[in-house]
């Protein structure tokens, strides 16, 4: 099943490759098709999905290059598994938001469904040799996407994405190579790896713990690695900005989790009380950064920095509320942010613009449009009631304990958050109306509104009733803290 879920968006894009590019409606479904297999695969294994158990499950393993003791070795446990299923989801409902690209549209389909692929590679890899290829897998068709199809400085923003990730992925495989060679079973089983680790010197775990962290930090991003992803997030295509948000930058914190936390538990130790600081960090700087914003993706764009803190210091906390904080964070990041994209992508396809200044009263004018941001802006500055708030709830739960001071700083970022959130809806959908958009700013069209309806519908279930994705990751985040 983790075969099928993995390759099934690999063979979409396969059969792309062969449909004529002027047969846009045959691309477009067996994009859908593809997607939709890996969705569904993935919604039939929460049936068989054993919430009690800690390990891994739907294993499978075979021998790839002997020679080497590299093994093609899949499996999820209660850390990755939620991933998966948020990576299926968001892919598909960024597919529904591509309906409106139009150039190069098999192109666009081939590259996205090889994304998609990667992502879920680096999820369900227990081989680390097969992670670091899915890691890599990512880069290229992210390259792309933006370079092809971004705004006026798509080809900026793509150059600086690729070589910011390939110099970190660089430092990641270094790393790789030094616990496969320190490592007496001479293995790059991931399992193997974590029973081996525990008897590895301090210093070697902290400096391979450096090289894993390079790449992983770049990806999160944690300052001062971050100044890649907003000029990214501005240039790339609304869908493609929605998957960064909501997976890719999730792959740099369960890399954190899954390698470093696991294999390296000295090297994370030590590194810990620097965690907490680039946590704080984080959080503040990411959301006075999002309100000096007048464009509204880059300030969506430094929201997700600021969000990924709340994550950082659930795993400084090494707490369960904090662990599980840290985890459903990155689903309801995911989800929320996700929403605020396409909702961002709505009103530039309308307008052309994003400058928030330019608007004005549109609440009267589109009032399905701003019931759904206000929900989105809502749930994203943490108010109770939402998803956004359960996870950051216990992110501090979790930290507070050990860093209490750290900790009550963080909290000044939810003030901050929601300054420049409520300075948003003020600008654009209260007061007088800017007759320039007069006859120009229709509602939200049918498919605008499947895409962000399914978002809005969760960020509502899982801020009232969190025990269900809370309960896929109970197990596997307690068995975590007992190593």
């Known amino acids: 099943m983790l075969s099928l879920i993995t390759w099934a968006p690999l063979v979409g894009a396969l059969l792309v490759l062969l449909i004529p590019k002027e047969n846009v409606k045959a691309i477009q479904g067996v994009g859908f098709l593809a997607a939709g297999v890996s969705l569904l695969a993935s919604l039939l294994l929460i049936l068989s999905f054993d919430r009690s158990t800690a390990g891994f499950q739907f294993v499978e393993q075979w021998s790839w290059i002997p020679s080497f003791n590299v093994s093609y070795h899949l499996g999820v446990d209660g850390l990755s598994f939620p991933l998966v299923l948020l990576t299926t989801f968001m892919s598909f409902i960024a597919l529904i938001g591509s309906m409106g690209i139009k150039e190069r549209v098999k192109e666009y389909f081939f590259w996205f469904l090889i994304l998609e692929t990667g992502m879920l590679g680096v999820f369900v890899a227990l081989d680390l040799i097969l992670f670091y290829v899915f890691w890599e897998i990512t880069l290229v068709p992210m390259y792309f996407l933006i370079g092809v199809w971004g705004g006026p400085k798509k ?143 880059k300030m969506v764009a430094y929201s997700s920095v600021n969000h990924m803190g709340y994550c950082l210091l659930g795993i400084a906390g090494m707490t369960a509320a904090g662990f599980s904080g840290a985890v459903l964070q990155m689903i309801n990041h995911g989800i929320i942010t996700g929403a605020l994209f396409l909702l961002v992508g709505v009103i530039y396809d309308r307008a052309h613009t994003r400058d928030l200044s330019a608007f004005g009263g549109l609440a009267a004018r589109v009032p399905v449009y701003f019931g759904l941001m206000a929900l989105t802006c809502f749930a994203s500055l943490g108010l109770p009631g939402l998803s956004g708030f359960v996870g950051e709830f216990l992110c501090f739960l979790g930290a507070f304990p050990l860093w209490k001071w750290q900790t009550t700083i963080s909290v000044l970022g939810i003030i901050a958050t929601a300054a420049f959130f409520l300075r948003m809806i003020q600008k654009v959908f209260l007061g007088a109306f800017n007759e320039k958009w007069e006859g120009h700013m229709p509602d939200m069209t049918p498919r605008e509104l499947l895409s962000v309806a399914p978002l809005a519908v969760l960020t509502v279930l899982f801020g009232v009733y969190p025990k269900w994705p809370l309960d896929l990751m109970n197990a596997t985040v307690v068995a975590l803290l007992r190593k």
């Open 155 to 297: 080809e900026f923003a793509a150059i600086k994405f690729f070589l910011y990730t390939l110099s970190g992925s660089v430092f990641m495989l270094l790393a790789i190579l030094a616990m496969y060679f320190n490592n007496p079973a001479r293995t790059f089983d991931m399992i193997e790896m974590m029973k081996a680790g525990a008897a590895w010197s301090p210093r070697f775990q902290e400096i391979v713990f450096l090289g894993l962290y390079f790449g992983l930090a770049i990806k999160i991003p944690a300052f001062p690695f971050h100044t890649w992803l907003p000029l990214a997030h501005v240039e790339a295509p609304t869908p493609i900005s929605v998957i960064l948000a909501a997976v890719l930058l999730k792959m740099g914190v369960y890399g954190l989790l899954r390698l470093c936390y696991q294999m390296l538990p000295a090297g994370f130790a030590w590194f810990l009380p620097a965690l907490v600081v680039i946590a704080v960090i984080n959080i503040v700087y990411g959301a006075l950064c999002a309100m000096a914003q007048t464009d509204m993706k």
